[in-house]
Structures are given as structure tokens and as C-alpha cells.
């Protein structure tokens, strides 16, 4: 099983140490930020769509978060190796140069279940995001965009050598 | 003890980008102690959220398929150096970490 190693990140953790420092010194005066919104806006739980976390298939995971279908987009860029050694950590990006993208979505279709990540991008935010994704096999990965309301996807088709979900 | 977040924003032009490390097992709940055989229950980050300026930037909901000690980048307009961004996260055990860092 591959294990993550801190060590080549020693040096950055030690540059990051002030960073880290100064920001919990301004924690006090965040929370006092006048905003129609929340104090602020914490990580909720509640926001979790756990119902699409559930799903075995494309068609089901994309109804469960937006409730529609999505169509193939050339403008959609998904990042992804051909060939994926290590199954447990395989590193995807995607962007795109559709307007008004509001959501985000990076299915992994052989996985046991599809749904891997789903991003929200409000106003602002650029259409972009990227992470490591644990893949069990071989598998066609599907980035999905919500553009002006309406679901744009991208695929790849990636070869793992070591499956990343068993022991 | 120390945060699980780590954290680099740095403002280029008008957006900054964001690149994030947190320390978490993100145990899919498939694999199996090697030790005792039984499966090791699930145990992930469900949901990660950035804030700037009192406004959230960026929302990842994640399941047991993202990796072992996470990482995410994305890129957001109208952050400036010095601006406080705020991270937090809450798994699906309720445990849950936040921090607030300096955009450099």
C-alpha cells in the first residue's frame, strides 16, 4: 500500500509555519466582518450531497447533483496521465473556457462508486480545479461542467497498473 | 497540536491561486486492516470551503475517492496580498479543522 511521505515537504512546511502563525492571530477579528452573510461561512455538512456520493452511474450521479443531462464539450480540458502507476494517488485537473460555470463535477467510472469529487464555483471563480483521485482499475474519467445551466462533459480514459482501493 | 491545513494563495494580477495540502486518512471504508482482517470504516473529508472577503470562493464535496492527504488547487478574482482567506473542513465523522491564512 503506497504510503504519502511528508518528507519532501519538510521545507515547505517549514516555510509555511509563519503563514500559519499569522493567520491564527487574525482569526480573532475575522468572525466580526459586518456581511448579510453568516459570520462566516464554515465548511457544512449538511451541504454534503450524499445521495450522489451513492450512485453506480454517470447518468445517476449527474441527476442526483444537477438533475439533468450533460452533452460533450471540446472546451472542456481534462488532465489526466495515460497511464496511472500508482492507483491510490492518480493526479487529475480540469479547466474549461465555458462561461458562467457555477459547478463542477470528476467522475471515475469504474470506482464503486462513480462520483469522486463535485466542486461549486461561484462568481468570480475561475473554471478550474485540480486534486489526487484514488482509482480501483482502469477507468474512463469524466470531468462535467454546469455552464449557464446547462451540463457540458469531457472523458479520459486511464490505465492503472495498481489499483488504489485494496489493502 | 498542529493544523491538518496547509496553505499557499498568492495574488498574480487581479486572481490569485490557491494550492492546498490537508493531512487526513481519507479511508474509502474498502480496504482492510492488514493486522486484524476487518475493514477500516470509512473516514473522509466531505466537505472543504475557502472564503474571501466574507464571501465563500470555493466549495470541494468529496467522497472516499479523493487521496490520502489531500490536495486541491483552484483560482479565484479579487483577492489582494495581504487579503485573509479562511479555510475549513468537516468529515464524516464531524471532526473538523479551519484555518486562516495571508495571501502572499
Redesign the interface.
Known amino acids: 500500500?503506497y504510503e504519502?511521505s511528508d518528507a519532501p515537504?519538510m521545507a515547505?512546511?517549514t516555510i509555511?509555519k509563519g503563514?500559519?502563525a499569522?493567520?491564527?492571530a487574525?482569526?480573532t477579528g475575522?468572525g466580526l466582518?459586518s456581511?448579510p452573510?453568516p459570520a462566516?461561512?464554515?465548511?457544512?455538512?449538511k451541504?454534503?450531497?450524499a445521495d450522489a456520493?451513492k450512485q453506480k452511474s454517470e447518468a445517476d450521479v449527474l441527476k442526483a447533483l444537477y438533475g439533468k443531462t450533460a452533452e460533450a464539450s471540446d472546451k472542456i480540458s481534462l488532465d489526466a496521465p495515460e497511464i496511472a502507476e500508482n492507483g491510490?494517488?492518480?493526479p487529475i485537473?480540469v479547466s474549461s473556457t465555458l462561461p458562467n460555470v457555477t459547478g463542477i463535477a470528476i467522475l471515475?467510472l469504474n470506482?464503486?462508486?462513480v462520483?469522486?469529487?463535485?466542486?461549486?464555483?461561484?462568481a468570480?471563480?475561475?473554471a478550474?480545479?485540480?486534486?489526487?483521485?484514488?482509482?480501483?482499475k482502469t477507468s474512463k474519467v469524466v470531468a462535467v461542467m454546469e455552464s449557464n445551466g446547462k451540463l457540458y462533459s469531457a472523458s479520459k480514459q486511464v490505465k492503472v497498473t495498481v489499483g488504489?482501493?485494496?489493502? | 497540536m498542529a493544523s491538518t491545513i496547509r496553505i499557499k494563495a498568492v495574488a498574480s494580477g487581479d486572481a490569485t491561486t490557491v494550492q492546498s495540502l490537508i493531512r487526513h486518512p481519507m479511508d474509502s471504508g474498502f480496504v482492510k486492516d492488514k493486522k486484524t482482517g476487518k475493514p477500516i470504516p470509512a473516514h473522509f473529508i466531505e466537505v472543504l470551503n475557502f472564503e474571501h472577503g466574507g464571501k465563500t470562493v470555493f466549495t470541494a464535496f468529496w467522497g472516499p475517492a479523493v487521496s490520502k492527504d489531500p490536495y486541491v488547487k483552484f483560482k479565484f478574482k479579487g483577492g489582494k496580498k495581504g487579503d485573509e482567506l479562511k479555510i475549513s473542513w468537516v468529515d464524516n465523522k464531524g471532526q473538523s479543522d479551519s484555518l486562516v491564512a495571508k495571501i502572499r
Open positions: 500500500m504519502f515537504n515547505r512546511r509555511l503563514a500559519v499569522g493567520g491564527l487574525g482569526l475575522l466582518s456581511f452573510f462566516y461561512a464554515a465548511a457544512d455538512a451541504e454534503w450531497p456520493f491510490a494517488v492518480v485537473a471515475v470506482n464503486p462508486n462520483l469522486a469529487a463535485a466542486y461549486k464555483i461561484p468570480g471563480t475561475e478550474l480545479a485540480s486534486n489526487r483521485l484514488k482509482m480501483a488504489g482501493c485494496g489493502g
